[in-house]
């Protein structure tokens, strides 16, 4: 993939939603996982925003049922599971005809033929964020050698404290099957709201190369 192909994806969205959509992300992501920050809240109403921007909830441990009445409730157009969800509750929602975005926390130890093949037949994406105790948000990288051990056909999201300053870092990783970066906390003024100008001086670098 080229680099100036890489499907961005804003994270963590709370606030000035359609602003930060005048930038033309490919997606965005809305947390509904109420121990985070950045929970959008139970009565949380997604703005129009350009038909072309797939909107994503993220989802941490939760019921189906839930993420089955948020998903038609908000028309999300995937759903990202960052908690510990099993292989098989993936099958259930992949079969009810949700599209899923499955993510994994990266350390020196992590397999993936382990800990991400079971999940294949069902997930269109996989998102490789960093180890951390909570789900997400941590503001910190992994070691990105790591997923060259990666060999799988399913595509990815690199995700884990992606900021402005890593430019060239992400510019000069590559790999056959990255599909796109999560951008999220590194780029905000306080939970939940991003930082327009940096996002726009960011996303202008990418698409020009």
């Known amino acids: 993939?080229?680099?100036?192909?890489?499907?961005?994806?804003?994270?963590?969205?709370?606030?000035?939603?359609?602003?930060?959509?005048?930038?033309?992300?490919?997606?965005?992501?809305?947390?509904?996982?109420?121990?985070?920050?950045?929970?959008?809240?139970?009565n949380f109403f997604i703005p129009k925003i350009r038909n072309k921007i797939l909107k994503t909830g993220v989802f941490v441990n939760e019921i189906e049922e839930k993420i089955l009445q948020i998903s038609n409730k908000k028309k999300l157009d995937f759903i990202q599971l960052h908690g510990t969800e099993?292989?098989?509750y993936c099958e259930k929602l992949f079969k009810k005809g949700l599209k899923?975005?499955?993510s994994f926390r990266i350390d020196n130890h992590f397999s993936f033929k382990k800990n991400v093949e079971d999940y294949i037949p069902f997930c269109t994406y996989f998102l490789f964020d960093n180890n951390t105790v909570h789900y997400g948000g941590s503001g910190k990288k992994f070691c990105w050698k790591k997923l060259y051990e990666y060999n799988f056909k399913t595509p990815f999201f690199l995700s884990?404290?992606?900021?402005?300053?890593?430019?060239?870092?992400?510019?000069?990783?590559?790999?056959?099957?990255?599909?796109?970066i999560d951008l999220n906390s590194k780029f905000e003024i306080f939970?939940?709201?991003?930082?327009?100008?940096?996002?726009?001086?960011?996303?202008?670098?990418?698409?020009k190369l």
Not at 168 to 176: A, I, Q, S, W
Not at 191 to 207: E, T
């Open 1 to 42: 993939m080229k680099y100036n192909s890489l499907k961005i994806k804003i994270c963590g969205m709370k606030f000035q939603i359609q602003k930060i959509s005048t930038l033309n992300p490919d997606f965005i992501g809305f947390i509904f996982y109420p121990n985070s920050p950045r929970f959008v809240g139970n």
């Open 191 to 207: 939970p939940g709201k991003k930082n327009k100008i940096a996002l726009d001086f960011f996303l202008k670098k990418i698409r």
């Open 100 to 102: 899923l975005i499955k």
């Open 86 to 88: 099993k292989p098989s």
């Open 160 to 180: 884990g404290g992606i900021g402005i300053k890593d430019f060239n870092k992400v510019k000069n990783f590559l790999h056959p099957k990255i599909f796109g």
